[in-house]
């Protein structure tokens, strides 16, 4: 799509942010929150860097962010990755170009490794980050418990082929 930007995210840009966010949340297979958080909460959960949003005219069409994994030093360049894409905008590529936009902002922000766990059944995801780069490493066993349905996630990980190696 010619007529996609991507750009960082600005607090300006949260509710339409949260609006997606509802969306997965609503689709029952995109995270195993029940409620999309506030501002406040959201920005101090995401790194303050690669907060990025796919914006077509000015309507952001889909949003990405890192998620520290660990508080200690040795772990500060593996993040887990979210990418949520508006219904309206399914299928028009923008996933791919809103996370191959988010790998090259990770690299050049010093992290090495990028981690996601999906839902087995979101066939979309996986296949997205498959065709970026991403590889299954592994597979958890009733994660978690959403609805009183015990669920399992599909991990990945993406391991930058220029920083930290």
């Given amino acids: 799509m010619d007529n996609v930007i991507i750009r960082e995210i600005t607090e300006a840009d949260y509710p339409s942010v949260k609006r997606i966010f509802e969306e997965g949340i609503a689709s029952g297979n995109s995270t195993f929150q029940k409620t999309a958080p506030l501002w406040n909460e959201w920005n101090e959960s995401k790194l303050p860097y690669c907060r990025l949003a796919a914006v077509i005219g000015n309507e952001i069409a889909g949003w990405t962010a890192l998620t520290p994994t660990s508080k200690r030093e040795v772990y500060k360049g593996v993040n887990e990755e979210s990418i949520y894409i508006a219904e309206k905008f399914a299928g028009k590529g923008i996933g ?20 996601a766990a999906i839902f087995p059944e ?11 780069g991403f590889r299954e490493i592994g597979y958890m066993e009733k994660a978690g418990c959403m609805n009183s349905i015990w669920r399992d996630t599909v991990l990945f990980e993406r391991r930058s082929k220029i920083v930290g190696i």
């Fill in 96 to 115: 791919k170009l809103l996370l191959s936009a988010l790998i090259d902002e990770s690299e050049k922000s010093g992290v090495w490794t990028l981690y």
């Fill in 122 to 132: 979101n066939k979309i995801s996986i296949k997205l980050h498959l065709l970026c």
